[in-house]
């Protein structure tokens, strides 16, 4: 089993696990992202009262709304990500020793290069799996209290009453929001946010950044001591935490764009609510939000994905050494 594979499956396999922990708070910053006319009651909710909120008016399941296709597109994403990842990264670093064996360099791949590996990743990985985030994002956001009850006596019911009625509705399913995204804009809806979601390689791209180099300083530092004590789980946790913190602080309003882009388009009435492409979306924000506009969710946002990225790197970095060590086990068993 080649490096590059076992890096694919490893990222899969800590992707999903992320993924499950971490998803409420993810389908709450969704909702966040993508709200345009905030109640004022409803901003002094913060996000745990926001999730009590989904709860208590539409049951536990609408907090994991999308869970199945999410899961889909993070084994996806993580495997492709970090199976391009290992590969470009394992031809920069033969480049490098190359280099080092004609004079040139110290034979390691320097911050720009690691830079410019997570990049070209995250551009492979966003053009596979952006379709899967469309529809994932279209049932997180979606809800049931947003479709009226179609019943004769529904002007007579009250709030309460019309919450159940819309209970028992037939679910908005993964074929349900496939089928929207079509009837809206055929198949190039799939492919909707797409620019900026491609400029938001940039946040796996600061965020690999930032964590090799820590670890590469962590790891100088222990070979410096007594050259015997590796990294420990905890550490790649924190220093994973560290990496995705400073990621996205500076890429956020991308996320939030990209999420008004993907959210289902209001056609009728308010046209500032009706994003045409990118562009349109960031000049109607500043016009109608102001800066501020950007940001929404942002405190949510931070702790969904500082600590969905430190399990991930952890449990990655574990699935990794274990996957190794048992090949080198089998291979020892051939040998002998």
Known sequence: MSDALINGLAG?????????????????????QTERDVKKERRKLGTIGQMCQVVKQEGWGRLYGGLTPSLVGTAASQGVYYYFYQIFRNRVEATALARYRNGIGDGSVGMFSSLIVAALSGCVNVLMTNPIWVVVTRMQTYTKLSRKPQLPSALSLSPDEAIAVAAIESPYGTSHAVQEVYDEAGVLGFWRGVLPTLIMVSNPSIQFMIYETLLKQLKGRRALGNGTKSVTALEVFLLGAVAKLGATVVTYPLLVVKSRLQVKQVKEGDKSHHYRGTLDAIVKMIKHEGLSGFYKGMSTKIVQSVLAAAVLFMVKEELVKSARLLLAKDAGLIKS
């Open 12 to 32: 899969a396999g800590g992707g999903i696990i992320a993924q499950l922990i971490t998803y409420p708070l993810q389908t709450v910053n969704t909702r966040q």
